[in-house]
T-cell receptor
Framework: SQTIHQWPATLVQPVGSPLSLECTVE??????LYWYRQAAGRGLQLLFYSIGIDQISSEVPQNLSASRPQDRQFILSSKKLLLSDSGFYLC???????????FGDGTRLSIL | AQKITQTQPGMFVQEKEAVTLDCTYD???????LFWYKQPSSGEMIFLIYQGSYDQQNATEGRYSLNFQKARKSANLVISASQLGDSAMYFC???????????FGQGTRLTINP
């Protein structure tokens, strides 16, 4: 069966510091991969998606970037974090575009 | 424009009762999918049920069923025989044909009372 791993679970970072959140999927090949952000008490907003290695699409212009160096690895990065980057970040995968997306456990990011 | 509307910010239900969580959507695309997710306090998003716009029958998954009324553009989630473990946030989401993005509603916080 397929599993998705996301880490770290929580992160506290100062303003201006870099960020790297990692997500890996096991048990499937060439999945679609997604990064979402959830503000407190709100629904999810899609940040990036990828349909293949080194194929990244950005949905929202922002301070973040994403990379997919391997088939089942998706990384969310920032060179300099802003206070507004605080939130709950969720990675997700699907086997095809028309199939449900399955989410990791999320990373709670706090910027001080 | 808001595409998914969940009008119930919070609901309180007695254990073992059935509960209906409302969701209306807006799209001009004839082909789309509707999803419900559960988010417990721990934060993970758990996929519950899916309904395709061309599906003739309402989707069911165990105690979950989706009351799909296409003309009204509504996709309500029905949970039968609620349990204490059903207490969580519930999100309705939609994906239009060819789109990668799931568009989420604001969610409904469901609390099951013993």
């Amino acid at each position: 069966s397929q599993t998705i791993h996301q880490w770290p679970a929580t992160l506290v970072q100062p303003v201006g510091s870099p960020l790297s959140l990692e997500c890996t999927v096991e048990g499937t090949s060439n999945p679609n991969l997604y990064w979402y952000r959830q503000a407190a008490g709100r629904g999810l907003q899609l940040l990036f998606y990828s349909i293949g290695i080194d194929q990244i699409s950005s949905e929202v212009p922002q301070n973040l970037s994403a990379s997919r160096p391997q088939d089942r690895q998706f990384i969310l990065s920032s060179k300099k974090l802003l206070l507004s980057d605080s939130g709950f970040y969720l990675c997700a995968w699907s086997i095809r575009t028309d199939q449900p997306q399955h989410f990791g456990d999320g990373t709670r990011l706090s910027i001080l | 424009a808001q595409k998914i509307t969940q009008t119930q910010p919070g609901m309180f239900v007695q254990e073992k009762e059935a509960v209906t969580l409302d969701c209306t959507y807006d799209t001009s695309d004839p082909s789309y999918g509707l999803f419900w997710y559960k988010q417990p306090s721990s934060g993970e998003m758990i996929f519950l049920i899916y309904q395709g716009s061309y599906d003739q029958q309402n989707a069911t998954e165990g105690r979950y069923s989706l009351n799909f009324q296409k003309a009204r553009k509504s996709a309500n989630l029905v949970i039968s025989a609620s349990q204490l473990g059903d207490s969580a946030m519930y999100f309705c989401a939609m994906r239009e044909r060819g789109a990668q993005k799931l568009v989420f509603g604001q969610g409904t916080r469901l609390t099951i009372n013993p």
